[in-house]
């Protein structure tokens, strides 16, 4: 049973527009969550994270939101580039004193020229 | 170099033969994780580690072994290696929520 789910593998985004990536998820026992974005032949690289106590954490154009009450989160890229092109996991851990993740399937954004 | 390394980078083995992948990283994280990537399933936990001789299972861990004698290496073998663990896999470390990843080893089981 997928804890966390990218329902949309891919997405197709103009250059300077908002891309809105999302992430579901069933347990209401994660307590912290993460971005990851990756580019082929390298590893995922840390994006962005939020708390379950936030609603909300930015970082330059990077903005993730959660919503708890419907176990959703998303990640927003505004304005969209074309270097942010690459697969995006969401990942989400228990609190259960450990650093494990679960991760989603992925989410391939393009972001067109 | 500082960073978590894996080795090798490439692999391509045959059904039934040991494999060892190997993971470096030199921020002296105490957690350490093995995750293994395959198109329709996302990045998977195979073991992950706590600190040096400790070790647990993940979501998918038939199959591999790992050892954790020195806080900085994280190996993961392949006792006999059948043609479903072919993918690619990547190790992590970890002192607190952030996991960094090192670069992958594609691994092939002929």
């Known amino acids: 049973d997928q804890q966390v789910k990218q329902n949309s593998p891919s997405l197709s985004v103009q250059e300077g527009r908002i891309s809105i990536l999302n992430c579901d998820y069933t347990?209401?026992?994660?307590?912290?969550f993460l971005w990851y974005k990756k580019y082929p032949a390298e590893g995922p690289t840390f994006l962005i994270s939020?708390?379950?106590?936030?609603d909300k954490n930015e970082d330059g154009r990077f903005t993730v939101f959660l919503n708890k009450s419907a176990k959703h989160l998303s990640l927003h890229i505004v304005p969209s580039q074309p270097g942010d092109s690459a697969v995006y996991f969401c990942?989400?851990?228990?609190?259960?004193?450990?650093?494990?993740?679960?991760f989603g399937t992925g989410t391939r954004l393009k972001v067109l020229a | 170099d500082a960073g978590i390394t894996q080795s090798p980078r490439y692999k391509i083995t045959e059904t039934g033969r040991q494999v060892t992948l190997m993971c470096h990283q030199t921020?002296?994280?105490?957690?350490m994780f093995w995750y293994r990537q395959d198109l329709g399933h996302g990045l998977r936990l195979i073991y992950y580690?706590?600190?040096?001789?400790?070790?647990d299972k993940g979501e998918v861990p038939d199959g591999y072994v790992v050892s954790r004698s020195k806080t900085e290496n994280f190996p993961l073998t392949l006792e006999s290696a059948t043609r479903s663990q072919t993918s690619v896999y990547f190790c992590?470390?970890?002192?607190?929520?952030?996991?960094?990843f090192g670069p992958g080893t594609r691994l092939t089981v002929l």
């Open positions: 992590a470390s970890s002192e607190d929520e952030t996991q960094y």
């Open positions: 347990n209401s026992m994660f307590d912290y």
């Open positions: 939020i708390s379950s106590i936030k």
């Open positions: 990942a989400a851990k228990l609190t259960s004193g450990t650093y494990k993740y679960i």
């Open positions: 921020w002296s994280h105490s957690y």
């Open positions: 580690s706590a600190a040096a001789d400790i070790t």
